[in-house]
């Protein structure tokens, strides 16, 4: 139909889908996504797909390594707080931090945003930390969608995922249930707080149960607790990469604790004749753990089994590399220390309170 074409019945407007709205908010867009352009990338913004021409040069046998993933009930924070410009992080950080765990280095990233209402300033606002969160994983934003779903979603409610694709040579690639041995020692690197699981507990302890308002002012956090909930998933990608590449480190299995926690995500790393043990007393907890526990009387096993409890991140190494890798991290600016060691067992994880 020619634009200057006045329809004269019903129109996709007046059921609740603006497509001016949304070519709009592909317009805001471009100035955060051009700040994820990697040389690879072809083509541009608003084509029917994304292009990415792989640097076959670069690697001896590429294996391309895939992850997906949403925010999960984060979201009803943002949507409390009506703030909307670090969820996009938060998507990014779930899939680009679970491809690193092979050893891959991301390469490009798509997004899908679904809502009831497009409002162009609040959908750009998300991107913009879908772009930020690329630019920290070094990764190119080559497309997405957003789809106006009128009747489907609360008012000023939406949902977002991820798709995250990075690259790999085969004889590089991590695996952890081939690799790691009795004896290796494990490093946790430090998160940012929560991230982006278990927010379910989050809000039952907070919400229901302690009768908390989004803006209540918690003083054990010099802030807001809607501040504290909305901090981002930290992104490992640049201060891990160095390490995975230096060829003289063994690094023989790395763990992203998302929900599970430590109890269900580290054994799908492990070699069935392995377990670890966790010695709590070498890390720093964040305070906003300690509170959640307190204020719904959270068991131990239970805290470690739903939150990431200050680490988000832990790599198995050899334990003659150790030393090394906490340097060069510490390097990188990341807050990290030796936090357990594997050996003989059945894929058991012992932690040490």
Known sequence: MSNNIKPTGLT??????????????????????????????????????GLFSLNINKYKNPVLVSGTD?????????FLMDKHDTIGQDVVAMCVNDILTLGAEPLFFLDYLALG???EEKVASIVSGVAEGCVKAGCALIGGETAEMAGFYSDGEYDIAGFA????????IIEGSKNIKE????????????????????????????????????????????????IPTKIYIKSCLPILEDPTLNIHGIVHITGGGFYDNIPRILPENCSVT?????????????????????????M????NMGIGL?????????????????????TCSVIGQVHKGNQDVTINF
């Open 183 to 230: 004896g290796d020692v494990l490093i946790g690197i430090s998160s940012s707080g929560i991230h982006s699981n278990g927010y379910s507990l989050v809000r039952k302890i907070c919400f229901d149960h302690k009768k908390f308002k989004i803006n209540t002012y918690i003083d054990e956090l010099s802030g807001t607790l809607g501040e504290e909930l909305l």
């Open 314 to 334: 832990i790599l198995a190494v050899d334990k003659n590399d150790a030393d090394k890798i906490v340097k060069k991290l510490t390097e990188q600016g990341e």
């Open 117 to 119: 209402k497009l409002e």
């Open 12 to 49: 996709y407007r007046d059921a609740g889908v603006d497509i001016d709205a949304g070519n709009r908010a592909v317009e805001m867009m471009k100035k955060h996504i051009s700040l994820t352009n990697r040389p690879e990338v072809l083509g541009s913004i608003g084509g029917f797909g």
């Open 165 to 172: 694709v990075g690259v790999v040579d085969k004889d590089k």
């Open 278 to 302: 966790i010695d709590t007393s070498s890390f720093k907890t964040p305070t906003i753990f300690s509170l959640l526990e307190e204020w719904g009387q959270v068991s131990k096993t239970e």
């Open 70 to 78: 949403g925010v999960g009930t984060k979201l009803k924070i943002a």
């Open 304 to 307: 470690y089994r739903t939150f």
